[in-house]
Every structure is written in structure tokens, then in C-alpha cells.
């Protein structure tokens, strides 16, 4: 009895991202052929997400039944052949942003300090118009800035930032009222200093 053909097996993709991605090994089917993974499962494709490099194989298995010709006597036979494919796994970048949360006054500027790790060949891309790896952040208003790094092997990582704007306006003011323990004065001069009861109901701010 023949054994089934080796089975054809391919891994799409055959590269991925650790925990970013999944991938899909799968055989090409031979009709009247069953087959297994290395996983436990059955059927034509299995879905993978390993955390480090796995190789995975699949069973092909024949059964067919025929008379034994010196008993008579229907006998199941079944053979099988076997290969598979391997599915790689890239580590990602990490990304974060300093500050995470600012508040500047309108019109002025904050620089957003950005530290990474296996970034390789990193591109940055900014939202909000912001480019670079320490990019300096003006905006008219309150605004999250995202970070999106990329790697040589395609993985990606993201951190926002938010920068807060406050109005700067101008300060008030505030009347000046002079007192003293015995003073009996109006409180407008340090020579002629007033209670602290009078103190209290003259002392006003404005602004």
C-alpha cells in the first residue's frame, strides 16, 4: 500500500511580532488524505501564536480498507508521511515619553523626551504634526500627542503624551494695610498703623 505524498506546508507569515501577531501554517489538501498537527489539532491549518521560534509539523495519513486475498477478509491499512514549517518570532520596541502630562502657558513650548529599546532602524511617527525622537510641543490647546515607533523587523510600539495649556493673563493687585498691636492709625503708612479688625475689612484685591 502507498503512503500518502509528502505533505506541502507553508507558514503565513512566516516572520511575526512577539504578541503583536498570529500566524497560519497550513498544508495543501490531497483529497482521502486526514491530517494532524504537532499542536494536537486536525484539519488543513492550524493558527499559532508562538513566543520564540516553533517548528511545526503535520501528519498525512491514508487508510483504506481492502480484501486480504488469502482470508477474504476486509483489512484497514493506514500509512502516513509527514513535514512541516517553521514560524520565527521578532522582539518589539518599547517606547515611553517624558513627560507623559504637562501644563504649559499658552504660547510657550515643552521638548517630549522619548527612550526606546530594540529599536533597531526605529522610524518615529508622530501625531499632531510633531517629528524626530525629542520633538519640542507648542499647541493653542490642550493636546495627547501619539508615538508610533517601528523596528527593522516591522514591530511596532506606541506612548502617548498630553500637554496641558493653562492662560497666562496678568497678575492682580492687592492694597498694602499696616498694622500694629496698638495702632489706632488709618493703616495707609507704617507710621500710622491700624488694628488688625480694620486691618481685614480695608486690606481688597483686584485683577
Known amino acids: 500500500m502507498p503512503k500518502p505524498a509528502t505533505p506541502t506546508v507553508s507558514a503565513s507569515p512566516s516572520s511575526i511580532c512577539r504578541g503583536q501577531q498570529s500566524a497560519t501554517v497550513s498544508v495543501t489538501p490531497v483529497s482521502g488524505v486526514s491530517y494532524s498537527w504537532s499542536t494536537g489539532e486536525s484539519g488543513t491549518s492550524v493558527t499559532v501564536s508562538p513566543t520564540a521560534y516553533r517548528y511545526y509539523s503535520v501528519t498525512a495519513s491514508l487508510t483504506t480498507t481492502s480484501a ?71 499647541p493653542s490647546s490642550s493636546t495627547t500627542y501619539t508615538l508610533t515607533v517601528t523596528n527593522s523587523s516591522g514591530c511596532t510600539a506606541t506612548a502617548n503624551a498630553t ?32 488694628d488688625i479688625f480694620t486691618a481685614l475689612s480695608n486690606f481688597t484685591c483686584s485683577g
Open 68 to 138: 486480504n486475498p488469502n482470508t477474504n477478509i476486509n483489512e484497514t491499512r493506514t500509512c502516513t508521511s509527514s513535514a512541516g514549517a517553521s514560524v520565527s518570532v521578532n522582539t518589539p520596541p518599547s517606547v515611553s515619553i517624558t513627560p507623559a502630562e504637562s501644563t504649559i502657558c499658552e504660547g510657550n513650548s515643552i521638548q517630549l523626551s522619548t527612550s526606546v529599546s530594540n529599536c533597531n532602524g526605529c522610524v518615529y511617527a508622530w501625531s499632531n504634526g510633531l517629528s524626530g525622537a525629542n520633538p519640542s510641543a507648542s
Open 163 to 194: 500637554v496641558n495649556t493653562t492662560s497666562s493673563g496678568e497678575a492682580g493687585s492687592c492694597n498694602v494695610v499696616y498694622v500694629s498691636t496698638t495702632g489706632g492709625g488709618n493703616g495707609l503708612s507704617p507710621y500710622e498703623p491700624t
